[in-house]
């Protein structure tokens, strides 16, 4: 009996509210906008030093000349074959 009067309160509730589409995608969604800000900062607090270290690997950069000249595959030549720059 109990089994039954559980069925028919079921029945009684009816089925869920139906959602519209913005509904739908916010509740699909939502969890994710919250989590983009985080994911953006992190992104860009690791892979713009990456990219910029990548730059600055083939050019001569100085802090104190302005300009910075293209050197292509020098930089990885001096510190292969130059034995001050391989110890500093």
């Known amino acids: 009996m109990q089994h039954t009067a559980t069925i028919s309160r079921l029945k009684a509730a009816g089925a869920p509210p139906r959602l519209s589409g913005f509904a739908k995608w916010a509740d699909r969604h939502f969890k994710w906008l919250l989590v983009a800000p985080a994911v953006l900062l992190i992104l860009a607090l690791s ?42």
């Open 47 to 88: 892979v713009y030093p990456l990219l910029f270290s990548l730059v600055v690997s083939f050019i001569n950069y100085d802090f104190q000349v302005p300009g910075h000249a293209f050197v292509g595959l020098k930089n990885f030549e001096r510190v292969v074959f130059d034995p001050v720059a391989r110890w500093s």
